[in-house]
T-cell receptor
Framework: AQRVTQPEKLLSVFKGAPVELKCNYS??????LFWYVQYSRQRLQLLLR??SRESIKGFTADLNKGETSFHLKKPFAQEEDSAMYYC???????????FGKGTRLHILP | DTAVSQTPKYLVTQMGNDKSIKCEQN?????MYWYKQDSKKFLKIMFS???????INETVPNRFSPKSPDKAHLNLHINSLELGDSAVYFC????????????FGNGTRLTVT
């Protein structure tokens, strides 16, 4: 069964410190992984996807198939990074995208 | 030029009532979804339509009935509303295919009293 696990409900990090939001997945095939972000009072939006191998707003995420992880990282946190972050997986033929429970990132001044 | 738009933004109603939420996308996507975000911010898929055809129905109570009059619209009708239905409902759309990301609407905050 497909599953996405984000072990941290809340992560507080000081401004300028490195950030790592954890995501582990369970899927038997080759999934597509995404990170979505929801800033306060805004809609959910795509942050990045593993296939693009890009850095968005300083964030990167590497798919580690051995560890079945897709952790989101940023070397230096900024206050505007405070938001809710969701890891998501797409793998079925029905285009279903399932989400982890989300991690609230709080950047401390 | 909003890509995915939902109405209403807020909906407050009493238990037992019937209500509808509308969603429209102008991205030319074939697939549309309804997600429910509960008070703990947990986001769960409810339904997915592809070209007006239901392809995902995630064991949602029968009181919830999606309707897709065309591929640009996906409405959600809820009968006999219950307290537990209070949540934010997000509409989303995407192209077909595994790599296609979701484009979300702003959400509809439903409060059942």
């Amino acid at each position: 069964a497909q599953r996405v696990t984000q072990p941290e409900k809340l992560l507080s990090v000081f401004k300028g410190a490195p950030v790592e939001l954890k995501c582990n997945y369970s899927y038997s095939g080759s999934p597509e992984l995404f990170w979505y972000v929801q800033y306060s009072r805004q809609r959910l939006q795509l942050l990045l996807r593993h296939i693009s191998r890009e850095s968005i707003k300083g964030f990167t995420a590497d798919l580690n198939k051995g560890e079945t992880s897709f952790h989101l990282k940023k070397p230096f946190a900024q206050e505007e990074d405070s938001a809710m972050y969701y890891c998501a997986l797409s793998g079925g033929g029905d285009d279903k995208i399932i989400f982890g429970k989300g991690t609230r990132l709080h950047i401390l001044p | 030029d909003t890509a995915v738009s939902q109405t209403p933004k807020y909906l407050v109603t009493q238990m037992g009532n019937d209500k509808s939420i509308k969603c429209e996308q102008n991205l030319g996507h074939d697939t549309m979804y309804w997600y429910k975000q509960d008070s703990k911010k947990f986001l769960k898929i409810m339904f997915s339509y592809n070209n007006k055809e239901l392809i995902i129905n995630e064991t949602v109570p029968n009181r919830f009935s999606p309707k897709s009059p065309d591929k640009a619209h996906l409405n959600l009708h809820i009968n006999s509303l219950e307290l537990g239905d209070s949540a934010v409902y997000f509409c989303a759309s995407s192209k077909r295919g595994l790599n296609s990301p979701l484009h979300f609407g702003n959400g509809t905050r439903l409060t059942v009293t």
